[in-house]
T-cell receptor
Framework: ETGVTQTPRHLVMGMTNKKSLKCEQH?????MYWYKQSAKKPLELMFV???????ENNSVPSRFSPECPNSSHLFLHLHTLQPEDSALYLC?????????????FGPGTRLTVL | DQQVKQNSPSLSVQEGRISILNCDYT??????FLWYKKYPAEGPTFLIS?????DKNEDGRFTVFLNKSAKHLSLHIVPSQPGDSAVYFC???????????FGTGTRLQVTL
């Protein structure tokens, strides 16, 4: 596979469930990102990792827990979510953190919290 | 408070004509601007960018114009093609890729 892949593509979970979103990049990049896109809202940056170190955490509730075991994989662990967390979750990667380093996005995971 | 605004949620243009998508920003610290395109069921893909030291950048059919004094940028697509039908996002950065701020997007429909 090439580019940035995300699994699952769709996820429905109850508020008491625990689930994880997975992102994998095949581009040899060093930086990875999680974004959230709610209906009629702009993409919101959640977390940024560079060389497996978290460099950005944009006041995201603790019910979202990221993990970056290596530079190719990024996870978002979910627990005790709320219905307002239903959104499209997008993963991206870039060569580095220079603003000219293009971010390449995966197709996203559509999450519905019941 | 949205720092990057795309005030037109949708735009319809005839094939062959020019499409102009607009974006306004409020943060004077933004110094790099990007446009992304998104098809349904796919992630956004990078289209074109411009640094604040320039006022125009061109790539084939796509041209981005930056007016710093008005805090406004626009994307021109000439000529528009049906395959250009997508949602276009404007984004801005204040010096680092880890601080990219997006607009809400404009849905472009190019009709035959």
């Amino acid at each position: 596979e090439t580019g940035v892949t995300q699994t699952p593509r769709h996820l429905v979970m109850g508020m008491t469930n625990k689930k994880s979103l997975k992102c994998e990049q095949h581009l040899g990049h060093n930086a990875m990102y999680w974004y959230k896109q709610s209906a009629k809202k702009p993409l919101e940056l959640m977390f940024v990792y560079s060389l497996e170190e978290r460099v950005e955490n944009n006041s995201v509730p603790s019910r979202f827990s990221p993990e970056c075991p290596n530079s190719s994989h990024l996870f978002l662990h979910l627990h005790t979510l709320q219905p307002e967390d239903s959104a499209l979750y997008l993963c991206a990667s870039s060569a580095g953190l220079q603003v000219s380093d293009t971010q390449y996005f995966g197709p996203g995971t559509r999450l519905t919290v019941l | 408070d949205q720092q990057v605004k795309q005030n037109s949620p949708s735009l319809s243009v005839q094939e062959g004509r020019i499409s102009i998508l607009n974006c306004d920003y409020t943060n004077s610290m933004f110094d790099y601007f990007l446009w992304y395109k998104k098809y349904p069921a796919e992630g956004p893909t990078f289209l074109i960018s411009i640094s604040s030291i320039k006022d125009k950048n061109e790539d084939g059919r796509f041209t981005v114009f930056l007016n710093k004094s008005a805090k406004h940028l626009s994307l021109h697509i000439v000529p528009s093609q049906p395959g250009d039908s997508a949602v276009y996002f404007c984004a801005a950065s204040a010096g680092t890729a880890s601080k990219l701020t997006f607009g809400t997007g404009t849905r472009l429909q190019v009709t035959l």
